[in-house]
C-alpha cells in the first residue's frame, strides 16, 4: 500500500530541471559572445562617441556608429527590396537585417581604416567575398543597433578618455575615432577596442583603449 508521504514525493528530474534552465539562461549570452570572440573576424568600425556620463548606468561612452543613421541605410543597394519585404511580410518583419561590410584596401593603417557598409539585405548573405563579412543588426522605431552601442569606461581611465574622447570631439579635423569588433558567420559581433587620434597629421598622437 503506498503511503500518503511517499506518493506526494516529486521525481528528482522536477527538481533538477528549473535549475539546468536556469544556468542556461545563465550562461547563453556570455557563451554566444565568447564564441564571437574566439571564431570572429576583426572588423574596423567608424563612430561617434556622444552622451559621456550616463545618469543611470555611471560613466560609459554610447557609440553612435556611422551604420547607425538611417539615412546610411537608405543610401545602401538593397534597401528598397528590404522595405518591400518589410511591407509584404509584416509579422515576420521584425527590423532584423544584414549588413555586408567590405575591409579598406590598406590593411596596415595606424589606427586602423574602418570597413564600408557596401548592401542591405534582411536574409544572411550567402557566398560572401574573401574581404566581406555581414553583421547583424535591428531597426525598432527608426533606431539602428547591434548591440555595440555602449562602452563603461575603467575607473582608473576615466579622466584620461574621457578629457581625449572631448578633444576628439572638439577637433572636426581630427581623424574619426575607430571601434574593433569581433564579427562571427552569423552576424553577431562583439566590441573588442577603441582608437582615438588628436592632432594634425605631424604630430598626431593614437589613444588605444581595450573593452
Known sequence: MTT????????????WLPLVCQ??????????ALYTQITGRTVILKTVPVDPYDLLRGYSVTLNYDISQMSTLQRLPGWAEFEK???????????????????PKTADAKPPQHW???RISRDRPANLAENQVSLRGQISNNTVQYGLERYYIPEDQRDEINQNINAAQANRASQPIVVAVKVDAQGHAVPLSF?????????????????
Request: no cysteine; charged share 10%; aromatic share 14%.
Open 195 to 211: 582608437w582615438v587620434t588628436l592632432g594634425k597629421a605631424s604630430a598626431k598622437q593614437t589613444y588605444h583603449y581595450q573593452f
Open 23 to 32: 544556468a542556461a539562461l545563465i550562461l547563453a549570452i556570455p557563451s554566444q
Open 85 to 103: 519585404q518589410a511591407r509584404m511580410n509584416p509579422d515576420v518583419a521584425s527590423g532584423s537585417f544584414y549588413l555586408v561590410l567590405q575591409a
Open 4 to 15: 500518503l508521504s511517499a506518493s506526494r514525493t516529486l521525481p528528482i528530474w522536477r527538481f
Open 116 to 118: 564600408q557598409a557596401i
